[in-house]
């Protein structure tokens, strides 16, 4: 069974760090892009980050470039989002999710259609 797990939120001051990992077990992880989406209360679902099977690309979302990184370790099946200098307006219900793309797409911000297994999400609350 393809199953993704994501945990490290909580509750954080701003200007703190968090390190969300994502599990994922019943697939093999070589194969699949993967993306952090996140979902504030009374908004849509927005991308995060990206990357590629490899890792070799990365994608951000304008408002997290310099203060967030992703990146996996196909070994251990586990995909990571660092998040520094976090802010009030990163809070949100963090998720993960899997595409297993075409040899031509690295990995998709832009779109969530492209993700066929998603996780239940791990909250990330940034308030003082």
């Known amino acids: 069974q393809l199953q993704l797990v994501e945990s490290g939120g909580g509750l954080v001051q701003p200007g703190g760090s968090l390190r969300l990992s994502c599990a994922v077990s019943?697939?093999?992880?070589?194969?699949?892009?993967i993306g952090w989406f996140r979902q504030a209360p009374g908004k849509e679902r927005e991308g995060v980050s990206c990357i590629s099977k490899t890792g070799s690309s990365t994608k951000y979302a304008d408002s997290v470039k310099g203060r967030f990184t992703i990146s996996r370790d196909n070994a251990k099946n586990t995909v990571f989002l660092q998040m520094n200098s976090l802010k009030p307006e990163d809070t949100a219900i963090y998720y993960c999710a899997a595409d297993r793309p075409p040899l031509f797409r690295l990995c998709v911000l832009s779109s969530m259609t492209e993700y066929d297994y998603w996780g239940q999400g791990t909250q990330v609350t940034v308030s003082s």
């Open positions: 019943g697939f093999n992880l070589d194969y699949y892009a």
